[in-house]
């Protein structure tokens, strides 16, 4: 398996998989979006820069290779490769030690940008059981 960073060029490819998944949080020509591949894309997370504060979005990974260690070989070379000094995610609650691997920590919706606290709330109105979790500085 190789995970790496991909080229815009390789996005539509990135972006068949995420609607596979069912992601539809969409992919941005500035996002920095990393990949795992086996001789296909299995696996995609980005970061993208909102209201000039770094998020981490969409971890998807294909339905058949879920719970088999591809998400947290994306972590790992996250940690290892991207800086993501006071990055924030979204991530459902049962994920927290999952994105915790990587030194993201849980936070009070008060703690995080506005934009974000009002996407947590969505989030949280429509069903999702999601907290905001934050790079540890």
Same mark, same amino acid.
């Given at each position: 398996?190789?995970?790496?960073?991909?080229?815009?060029?390789?996005?539509?490819?990135?972006?068949?998989?995420?609607?596979?998944?069912?992601?539809?949080?969409?992919?941005?020509?500035?996002?920095?979006?990393?990949?795992?591949?086996?001789?296909?894309?299995?696996? #995609?997370?980005?970061?993208?820069?909102?209201?000039? +504060?770094?998020?981490?979005? =969409?971890?998807?990974?294909?339905? &058949?290779? *879920?719970?088999?260690?591809?998400?947290?070989?994306?972590?790992?070379?996250?940690?290892?490769?991207?800086?993501?000094?006071?990055?924030?995610?979204?991530?459902?609650?049962?994920?927290? #030690?999952?994105?915790?691997?990587?030194?993201?920590? +849980?936070?009070?919706?008060? =703690?995080?940008?506005?934009?974000? &606290?009002? *996407?947590?709330?969505?989030?949280?109105?429509?069903?999702?059981?999601?907290?905001?979790?934050?790079?540890?500085?």
């Amino acid at each position: 398996m190789i995970i790496r960073i991909i080229e815009k060029t390789e996005y539509p490819k990135a972006r068949k998989l995420c609607e596979a998944c069912s992601y539809n949080g969409g992919l941005q020509d500035d996002d920095l979006v990393v990949m795992a591949e086996d001789d296909e894309f299995i696996g #995609a997370v980005k970061i993208c820069t909102e209201h000039g +504060e770094k998020v981490l979005r =969409g971890m998807q990974i294909d339905c &058949a290779r *879920r719970r088999k260690g591809t998400g947290t070989l994306v972590l790992k070379f996250l940690r290892e490769n991207i800086d993501r000094k006071d990055c924030y995610c979204i991530p459902y609650k049962h994920l927290k #030690a999952f994105y915790g691997q990587i030194g993201f920590e +849980e936070i009070s919706p008060a =703690g995080a940008s506005c934009f974000l &606290a009002e *996407r947590l709330t969505k989030y949280s109105a429509n069903g999702l059981d999601v907290m905001v979790m934050k790079e540890k500085t």
